[in-house]
């Protein structure tokens, strides 16, 4: 009897204790069902605010560890130095010796950054690093200093590259820039404001591709910074928001895999120092650079033939300039309409080179390029850089619309070097890699000259070696005055070994330079 008793108090104790804890759960249930899900916590202010705060995990922050110890030890500071002969003009000195004193030397000092690409001592860095030095000492993060030579520089893309004797140097392995997303993390490696901050790493992400600055850097600028530069010809940079500043030209850009995406180059500031906006060549257009110069001491650069301009309003304005008032295009979707497009991708052919690549393909003015080799071509930027990744003798699929009709046509690409003598456009003549034009009526009343002929463009040459530079008036070849292109080219083919040159920088100093011929 007492255990039937006992039996059903035990029986009841845990019914009870079941019930409470369901009612428990329940009502547990019923409140965080009710309550709004703000993240992993909310807080309270002080003044009785709600807010919400985050509690990430350490895998949720981007770990960039492993790309920055990898990279830096392949990330050099390039110290350069630039001797310019220059002679001063002295009236009295002249009338009482009746000559003009010796030409003295002046030394400039500039630095940057460079990337080892390969473990025997080749560096990439930017063209403006290194333009015109005398002299090239790299230092590396174990304090070890080369001195280095040029192996060969391309203006048009802004890269050098530079050799040091060195074996099993540490290296950064290229990486494929086209597979680059928007919003993807990178890291800048270099040496800002010089010596002392050798081997900085920043971050930030890839914020446009394809970009084109325009206007450019200062015009013999040793940071690349932008505000009215000669242009580069090659202009496909990647935009990103990694802190860069003056000495971090030629320095790497680097994906989270530690791979050479980049080589920084320029950036976009009204105080010459970073703002938020920094440019670097794409490493696809680095490795084919590197790889030409390497082989065969000068860029082997494909041309296609054609100017074009992006289908936009600027270009209805361009074009209506040259169209009688009844032809012209009312607006953006006017021409378009009238060109049968469906978008605004691809580019608009403005011109094509008589005899050049495009022409013998039979593409044609008002032709609308959107493909190359199957891949879409949004923009100028991105042709660019597609075209600059063959060789010369390289054949290529081109897609273009033409009165709303898709039409492939198979282009063989031309060689953009051109030889000494030739006219490269109206009124001026290459000349051992530079481009000569008959120096301007303000030119030369700016620094006091009857007649001269104006260095307009510089690239891999016999010039650029003996100290050529764009602005450059020519006053003398070998000690005849010259007054246009011509001159120059005719008194260069009658010299049996050497071409002396005299002349005015662009910043008005007298300088002189030559080279043999063979």
Known sequence: MNYNIMSTMKKGFVTVMLSVLLSVLAAYGVVKAATVDYGDKVARSERGVEYRTV????????DFTYAAESAVDAVVYVEVTVTQRYQLTDPFYRFFFGEDREPQLRKQQGSGSGVIVRPDGYIVTNNHVVANATEIKVTLTNNKTYDAKIIGTDPATDVALIK?????????????????RLGEWVLAIGSPLGYQLRSTITAGIVSAKGRAMGGGAYENDPYGRISGRSQLQ?????????????????????????ELVGINTAIVSQTGSYSGYSFAIPSNIVRKVVGDLIDFGSVKRAV???????????????????LPKSEQYS?????????KLSSLDGVYIREVVKGGAADKAGIQVGDVLTKID??????????????????PGDKAKITIIRGGKEKNVEVTFQSSSSETGTEVAEGEIAFYGTTL??????????????????????????????????????????????????DVVDIAKAARRSIYIEGITANGRKAYFGFGKD
Do not use: C, R, W
């Open 164 to 180: 040091v004797d060195g074996q099993g140097l540490p290296t950064i392995p290229f990486g494929d820039s086209d597979q680059l």
């Open 304 to 322: 296609l033939g054609i100017s074009m301009s992006e289908i936009s309003e600027g270009l209805v304005t361009a074009l209506n300039q040259d």
């Open 437 to 486: 034009k008959a120096a301007s009526q303000e030119a030369l009343e700016k620094f006091g000259l009857k007649n001269g002929v104006e260095i307009v463009s510089v690239s891999t040459g016999k010039m650029l070696e003996a100290g050529a530079s764009e602005g450059f008036i020519i006053t003398f070849v070998n000690d005849q005055p010259v007054s246009k292109p011509q």
């Open 331 to 339: 607006s953006l979707d006017d021409l378009m309409k009238k060109l």
């Open 55 to 62: 509690n990430l995990s350490q895998s949720d922050y981007p």
């Open 374 to 391: 199957g891949v879409e071509m949004a923009n100028g930027g991105a042709i660019q850089e597609k075209v600059n990744s063959f060789h």
């Open 234 to 258: 090659i202009e496909s940079f990647i935009q990103t928001d990694a802190a860069v500043n003056p000495g971090n030209s030629g320095g790497a850009l680097v994906n989270k895999k530690g």
